[in-house]
């Protein structure tokens, strides 16, 4: 016998003196069709208006800086204002995000890009996020050429830009929109929900920030 | 590293901790960096309480048909183009991950931070067959360079003091200049960043444990605050998951009820820095990502707890509330315990996994205050399977023979109130007349054990009953 079959075998044996297995089945199939919400804390159930800004002041308390800009336009010189501000070197690497992409860049200072996942050489990286999180200042980014997960990780500074009607309340908000995007069971390889820069703890309990990831989150609510 | 269990030994290791000055010192972290955060993250959410509830259900729920969704959860994964390995025991699982790293001819192997990793020993055993483990959590990577086990299942290293750790760099980090400031905490993580960094981007294989396990999308979810158990599963071209069977959870909602006590829990933040959800491994068109994920489910003794007393410790997400917020940790730290698992949810867990003949020392470390179930985010009955424990431990007479001889004793008197009031109402009033000029007693025949650390307080005069019975006779007179 194979060990699936023996822990299973196991647990199933069990399970029969409470219930039949085609009713387990049964209700298992259900609570997946209907993914029932649970409780939704009232912080997160607001107008959008209200959303956004509870986004930008849960993020902030955890160490992420906020830019709002008016438009798509706007996001170039935002991110050249911040390289510059904090003297990073004026480039980055970024995923084949349309949206992204397709900016006036030329318009910004002479900015180097480079396209593609990054390989832990980059300074900065830069990222369009799926949505946020306004619950708790949480990005949520998905993986794929448009923006690779590594763009997250292997930067100093990770720069997200996201759009403000992307920002909803809670969590299970979103879930609701990437079941409408991918398709129900299905997720993209890697969902990240991102919640400040890498920080630890480890030592005398003492938090810092910059442990493997990012030192800094910056990011750049579009209105649109 | 070699993992030696003491899980017999408890008693003496508690000893050798209460005397140890370090360690003592350390541990004072434990109340400062956890309690006042967690209790602060509860009352920002006001829903806190009915997110337990949910969380409770949900689990229960889940464990109730544990075979159906474990079944669903691995077609999920099938579906998405990965692997799932059953594993029956820590050895099964071991030698499935071996195979793993051999068909890709790993060297190297990363890991964030698995507690089922630490209870099955898979660093050893990697060592053992030339594949080097590096641990990428900070607190796993201090512990791993001192040869040690974890203390704490989220603070791994909450033992060591930030002086340790400079000395173990020092030891460790030998191609650094031997004049760098390593003083502060900063510089430290700093070293450890750099040095780490290099091994995550030359790691073969990628090791993670899971929080969850999503039956829905077949997705492993992984919380931490460092983002390398990120760097651990999207670099290199092989991702592990290394995960029990209790940890599938039904739909994606179901996962983001519990996620919301969790952090709040654990470290009183609202949500980890990072929680991340990974479904198979790097689809066409990606540009990043392993080329091939797979899953080890791991039994080792948890399908037995189904169904048995036992079961709603199957619940447990891991947070570490229970062992912050109690006093017998608080004075022993977690390798007293002796394995992987410390505190009220170590006391019940490891004689669970390991047997009450070894490990049923460990629930009598508790002095049933309840504050591990007050705190509890899944709501478990930590003291009441304890109990359970030490029933067992006694049927089976496996204490030692003065305390059975004790315990007879005090139950003879016990069954007998006649007898029992007797004797307290003669033996109370006799240690009041010894003890009243001091008011306490620095020493007792036969109570050495408490006396040795602490004065014992002198009693009242009279036993609490007499007292009742004196004060309810006044007030009858009184009313009159």
Known sequence: MTSRDAILGRINTTLNRASEKSARQQAVKARLSKHPKGTIPARARLDKKAQLKLFCDQAEKVQTSIRRVKSYNGVPKAIADYLRDHNLPAGFCMGEDERLQNLPWEKARALEIKTGPSDGEDAVGVSHAFGGIAETGTLLLVSGKDNPTTINFLPETHVVVVRSRDIDGDYESLWSRLRKEYGTGKLPRTVNWITGPSRSGDIQQTILLGAHGPRSLHVIVVDA | ?480
């Open chain 2, 1 to 480: 590293m070699t993992n030696i269990i003491t899980t017999r030994d408890f008693k003496s290791n508690a000893k050798e901790a209460l005397a140890n000055k370090t360690l003592q010192k350390a541990l004072t972290h434990v109340e400062a960096g956890f309690i006042g955060k967690r209790r602060l993250a509860m009352e920002a959410l006001p829903e806190f309480d009915q997110l337990r509830d949910n969380a409770r259900d949900i689990k229960n729920h889940t464990l109730a048909n544990l075979d159906a969704y474990l079944e669903e959860y691995e077609e999920k994964v099938v579906a998405s183009g990965g692997k799932v390995h059953w594993a029956a025991d820590g050895e099964e699982a071991c030698n499935q991950i071996l195979d793993i790293c051999r068909n890709v001819g790993a060297r190297t192997v990363t890991k964030g931070k698995s507690m089922i990793a630490e209870e099955i020993g898979i660093n050893d055993f990697l060592e053992k067959n030339d594949i080097e483990p590096v641990e990428t959590d900070l607190g796993e990577y201090i512990i791993q360079l001192r040869g040690e086990t974890p203390s704490h299942i989220i603070a791994p290293a909450v033992h060591v003091l930030k002086e340790q750790v400079e000395e173990d760099f020092r030891r460790v980090h030998d191609h650094l200049p031997v004049s760098r400031n390593l003083e502060e905490p900063e510089s430290l993580l700093d070293e450890a960043r750099k040095v780490l960094r290099a091994k995550f981007l030359n790691a073969d294989v990628g090791i993670t444990g899971a929080n969850f396990l999503i039956a829905e999308t077949g997705t492993s979810v992984i919380v931490t605050n460092e983002g390398n158990g990120d760097l651990t599963q999207i670099v290199p071209k092989v991702h592990i998951v290394l995960a029990s069977i209790e940890k599938v959870t039904p739909t994606l909602d179901d996962v983001s009820q519990i996620l919301r006590v969790l952090a709040r829990s654990a470290t009183g933040q609202e949500i980890s820095v990072y929680t991340t959800f990974s479904t198979g491994p790097k689809r066409q068109g990606d540009v990043d990502g392993p080329e091939e994920y797979h899953v080890i489910i791991l039994d080792n003794g948890r399908s037995n707890m189904i169904g048995s007393e036992f079961q709603d410790m199957l619940r447990c997400i891991r947070c570490g509330s229970c062992m912050n917020h109690c006093p017998v940790y608080h004075a022993v730290g977690g390798h007293a315990y002796g394995w992987v698992y410390p505190g009220p949810m170590g006391a019940v867990l490891t004689p669970s996994l390991m047997g009450v003949k070894d490990g049923g020392q460990l629930p009598n470390a508790s002095t049933f205050c309840g504050r591990c179930e007050a705190v509890c985010p899944m709501r478990i009955p930590l003291p009441k399977m304890m109990r359970h424990w030490r029933e067992r431990e006694f049927e089976k007479h496996l204490n030692p023979a003065s305390q059975r001889w004790g315990l007879n004793f005090w139950a003879f008197f016990a069954k007998r109130p006649r007898l029992y009031h007797l004797a307290t109402s003669l033996g109370i009033p006799l240690l009041s007349l010894f003890g009243r000029r001091k008011g306490y007693f620095k020493y007792l025949p036969l109570a050495s054990g408490w006396t040795k650390y602490r004065d014992l307080p002198a009693p009242e005069t009279r036993t609490f009953q007499q007292q009742w019975a004196q004060r309810e006779a006044l007030k009858q007179g009184g009313a009159k």
